[in-house]
């Protein structure tokens, strides 16, 4: 077992400067050339320190503003143009970043491109859902509308 510090969130594992102890192939194949964590040593105290700082600094204030936030993304269609062949299906695929960039574009306010979180590759055209994480424990679920530019 591989002890590691996270330096950015991971879905299942936990939050950026967790301590965390996963398999070697894990860490060696995955984790580490990333750049979703660090191995743990005893002077990584202050980077543990130092990613939480850095992690509260890009969190909401509150719970109750991610709430706010989740309340007006909950349940809204976003439409996200992309290239896509005669068939429908698109030349490459859609990515968080996309996500975060129509929902900017909406008007529905700034999100973290890392908070996306999408259920499958989206490589056609069509209806598509996306969890948008706010908080530990705040998400929204938004719908994508995925049409062809």
Do not use: C
């Not at 580490?32 to 743990?40: E, V, Y």
């Not at 598509?128 to 998400?139: I, P, Y």
């Amino acid at each position: 077992m591989a002890k590691l510090i996270l330096t950015h969130e991971v879905s299942g594992l936990g939050a950026a400067g967790d301590i965390v102890e996963v398999k070697n192939g894990y860490a060696r194949n995955f984790l580490l050339p990333r750049g979703f964590a660090l191995t743990w040593s005893k002077g990584g105290e202050k980077q543990v320190e130092a990613i939480k700082a850095a992690r509260l600094a890009h969190a909401h204030a509150s719970v109750e503003a991610a709430q706010e936030q989740a309340a007006s993304l909950q349940g809204q269609v976003v439409a996200l143009k992309v290239k896509a062949g005669a068939s429908g299906r698109l030349f490459g695929t859609v990515k968080a970043d996309d996500v975060a960039k129509a929902v900017a574009a909406a008007g529905l306010g700034s999100i973290d491109k890392r908070k996306v979180e999408l259920p499958a590759h989206i490589k056609s055209v069509g209806k598509h859902t996306a969890n948008v994480r706010l908080h530990d424990d705040v998400s929204a679920v938004i719908t994508l509308n995925v049409v062809a530019s």
